[in-house]
């Protein structure tokens, strides 16, 4: 396994632009998930997908926010208009797919750190 | 899904010496998970314990559970510097994701 990969690693951005993050997760893991953690705090959870249904969004922080993961591998994560508030780590993670019941157990990337300016 | 809450939020030792830190939940749960996350960094799984274990080792890390008192701690032996990084619990209970609560910021000095 190569580990849940998160593309940029930092973005600086100006109030207002958008911005999109990239999560490529462990190949074979069938879900995946976006938290956001502010500074001190722990990892909030955004959305998650089970390959590519989107089944849980009803945490995404506004109607600024949406995910994608068209074919059930990567996925998007995209915050239009952005606000300083939206400075925060977006992580990614993802799961095994197991014959037995699901555990929970996460495999995290590590991180995207966005500045808004 | 139900978060776990830390306690205490942060912890300062020396190297050599033990760290505990506690993890208290409100409902029942199907297993208990810790993670560590280093600063920047993403988070890490560190061990699970299902809900009908007491008690599990894994290295220097001892995690025992309490379903009775919904409590679970977290024991590093004789930590080392690099053990500096926040902890976190996330009790699971077979809903469909995992929620943290704030952590424990663990500072082992040299």
């Known amino acids: 396994d190569t580990g849940v990969s998160q593309n940029p690693r930092h973005k600086i951005t100006k109030r207002g632009q958008n911005v999109t993050f990239r999560c490529d997760p462990i190949?074979?893991?069938?879900?995946l998930y976006w938290y956001r953690q502010t500074l001190g705090q722990g990892p909030e959870f955004l959305t998650y997908?089970?390959?590519?249904?989107?089944?849980?969004k009803s945490r995404l922080l506004s109607d600024r926010f949406s995910a994608e993961r068209p074919k059930g591998s990567f996925s998007t994560l995209e915050i239009q208009r952005t606000e300083q508030g939206d400075s925060a780590m977006y992580l990614c993670?993802?799961?095994?797919?197991?014959?037995?019941?699901?555990?929970?157990?996460?495999?995290f990337g590590e991180g995207s750190r966005l500045t808004v300016l | 899904s139900q978060q776990g809450e830390e306690d205490p939020q942060a912890l300062s030792i020396q190297e050599g010496e033990n760290a505990t830190m506690n993890c208290s939940y409100k409902?029942?749960?199907?297993?208990l998970q810790w993670y560590r996350q280093n600063s920047g960094r993403g988070l890490v799984h560190l061990i699970l314990?299902?809900?009908?274990?007491r008690e599990k080792h894994s290295g220097r890390l001892r995690v025992t559970l309490d379903t009775s008192k919904k409590s679970s701690s977290l024991l590093i032996t004789a930590s080392r510097a690099a053990d500096t990084a926040s902890y976190f619990c996330?009790?699971?209970?077979?809903?469909?994701?995992?929620?943290f609560g704030g952590g424990t910021r663990l500072m082992v000095k040299p």
């Open positions: 409902t029942s749960i199907n297993n």
């Open positions: 314990i299902r809900s009908n274990e």
């Open positions: 997908f089970q390959n590519e249904a989107q089944l849980e």
């Open positions: 996330a009790p699971f209970d077979a809903g469909n994701m995992l929620t």
């Open positions: 190949s074979e893991h069938n879900r």
């Open positions: 993670a993802s799961s095994k797919r197991t014959s037995g019941p699901f555990t929970g157990e996460l495999f």
